[in-house]
């Protein structure tokens, strides 16, 4: 077992890549934003989770724990802290000229119904061409699988690779 260190902290997160969903503990420094830190310089090239569990959702879902795991940053889809983590969101509520704009994002089986933060100038294809972002704020997410019925979370803030995600619009947008 990990012996914490006193700059430490343990958070829990939940990554999705192409063909599982990881929930496990992250330690990182008590400074480090977890929400984020993937978007840092400081993130490193494995995100090493403690007390894992591997979800592999499909026809036949697949479930298995360990002790620890190491999942290449360059594969990860999605990332998020677990929805009973207290977060600061990424974005000031009052700035002028920005909206939330609601979309539906997929990610393989995985549906999230949340919104995403634009200029009132702009509409989101245009902002996926011109920003080139490695990691794109999605907020207010609802998470659900129809692998995993019993799959519902909802979380205040995630990040997701725009390149690997379908993002989708309804006329209620």
């Known amino acids: ?12 997160v939940m990554i999705y890549t192409d063909d599982a969903l990881y929930h496990g503990k992250l330690i990182t420094r008590k400074m480090v934003r977890v929400n984020i830190f993937l978007r ?22 697949r479930t298995k724990k360990l002790d620890e795991i190491f999942v290449p940053l360059k594969a990860i889809t ?23 704009m609601p979309v539906t994002a997929i990610l393989h089986s995985f549906f999230l119904d949340c919104t995403t933060r634009l200029s009132t100038q702009t509409e989101l294809s245009s902002a996926l061409e011109v920003t080139r972002m490695e990691w794109l704020s999605l907020y207010d997410a609802k998470i659900t699988n129809p692998y995993l019925p019993q799959l519902n979370i909802q979380v205040p803030m995630l990040i997701a690779r725009p390149e690997k995600i379908v993002l989708g619009l309804t006329n209620e947008s």
């Open 78 to 100: 999605c990332f998020h802290t677990a929805p009973d983590v207290e977060i600061e969101l990424d974005y000031e509520p009052s700035e002028e000229n920005r909206r939330m």
């Open 40 to 61: 840092t310089e400081g993130a490193p090239t494995y995100i090493h989770l403690h007390e894992a569990q591997v979800i592999s959702p499909g026809s036949t879902t």
């Open 1 to 12: 077992m990990y012996e914490l260190k006193d700059n430490e902290k343990i958070t829990p």
